[in-house]
Every structure is written in structure tokens, then in C-alpha cells.
């Protein structure tokens, strides 16, 4: 099994955007639901009760929701992509802690941690040469080199700006009131900045002869 191509590699398999929107906004959508209803589900299927309250049944979806996204991904494309591969990793890991440990902590401030460690990577490998965005969104943009690494800086400090985000809301506010956060306010305020990322995608578009060779 191998990881994602680089951007720009003929033999890098392309997926429907709308479908890997989905694949990676699926869990998240699951996350809420399960907390939202949480007693419901409880009452319906009396085992999940063993979990404990809605948080911790919402984490065991999550956790659920995140591999079954990953292991689509995996069979669509054949390859394991990165950034998934990595937000799994976490998912299971401080979402296992939550469950065992019954501490909701650990399943908030794992957006901190992942964001913080996208942020490192993304500016990381700017440091090193590569504009490893590419690898995310090459199926949906097609950049010149210069677009990539500048796209890759801007999203590496937003993420690092998410990170902190999250340190401050879950922090201040109860849990229920996070769950929403992260659902209805993290996702508006990322479509935003994308939104604000279309000039320079417009500016450093590769012209149609080269996306498509």
C-alpha cells in the first residue's frame, strides 16, 4: 500500500471533490448528531448507555465515522492519503482515551493538537522545499509551484490559528456548546477563508493545457 502522489504526478488518481468533501466532513457531521441525540440513541440501543453520556457516545461514532471515511478513501483512490491517515491517527488515539478513561478533555483537545501539528507540517515542509498542500487539494486546484507554496503558508498559519481557537472556546464554554463550535462555527469561518484564498487561486491557476497533461 502506498501514500497519495505528489500533486501533479500522471499516475495520481483524482477524486470527485463533492466526494472527498464528504468523506472528510462526514465524521464531523456523525460527531454531532450522536452528541445532539445522544440519550435517544442511548434509550434506543440500551448497550451504548455503557459508554456514557452523550459526549461519549458521540466520540464512539466519531471514531467509527473517521475509519469507515478513511478506508473509503483508501478503496477509491488505492492510496492511504496523508492528511486523513494523520487526523485517524488522533481520532483513535485521544478518542480511546476519552472512552477508557471517561474524560471528555481528551477528545477536545484534539482539534488543538492536530490543527497545531498540520500547521508544523505544512510550514515544515515549507522550510524544506515542499508545498505539501498539494497533496490535499491537487485533485480540485491546479497551481503553479509558486501557488502551491503560498497557499501552503497562508493554510499552515490558519491552522495554527484554529489550534488556538479551540484552546480558548473549550476552555470557556460548556460541551455542548463546543460540540456546536466545532461543527457551525469552525466550518463557516474555514469556508470563509477559503473564500478568501480565490484571488490568488485565480492568479497562479496553471492554464487548462498544463492542469489537464
Do not use: C
Not at 466532513?25 to 460527531?31: C, Q
Not at 498542500?133 to 490559528?161: A, M, N, P, Q
Not at 488556538?164 to 472556546?169: A, K, R, T
Amino acid at each position: 500500500m502506498e501514500f497519495e502522489r505528489a500533486p501533479h504526478d500522471p499516475d495520481r488518481k483524482a477524486v470527485n471533490p463533492l466526494l472527498k468533501l464528504a468523506l472528510e466532513l462526514g465524521p464531523l457531521g456523525v460527531f454531532f448528531f450522536a452528541n445532539a441525540r445522544g440519550e435517544w440513541l442511548a434509550e434506543k440501543f440500551p448497550a451504548l448507555a455503557a459508554l456514557g453520556g452523550p459526549i461519549f457516545i458521540a466520540t464512539a461514532f466519531f471514531i467509527v465515522a473517521t475509519l469507515i471515511a478513511l478506508v473509503a478513501s483508501l478503496a477509491l483512490t488505492r492510496r492511504l492519503p496523508i492528511m486523513p491517515l494523520v487526523t485517524a491517527i488522533f481520532v483513535v488515539a485521544f478518542g480511546g482515551l476519552t472512552l477508557w478513561l471517561q474524560n471528555e478533555t481528551f477528545i477536545k483537545m484534539k482539534p488543538t493538537i492536530v490543527n497545531a501539528l498540520f500547521g508544523v507540517i505544512l510550514l515544515g515542509g515549507l522550510a524544506f522545499g515542499k508545498s505539501l498542500l498539494g497533496y490535499v487539494f491537487d485533485s480540485v486546484f491546479k497551481l503553479t509551484d509558486e501557488g502551491w507554496r503560498k497557499l501552503t503558508l497562508r493554510w499552515g498559519l490558519f491552522f495554527f490559528f484554529l489550534a488556538i481557537v479551540n484552546e480558548i472556546v473549550w476552555r470557556t464554554v460548556s460541551t455542548d456548546m463546543w460540540v456546536n463550535f466545532k461543527v457551525f462555527g469552525i466550518m463557516p469561518i474555514t469556508f470563509a477563508f477559503t473564500l478568501f484564498q480565490i484571488p490568488l487561486l485565480t492568479r497562479y491557476a496553471l492554464p487548462r493545457e498544463s492542469a489537464e497533461n
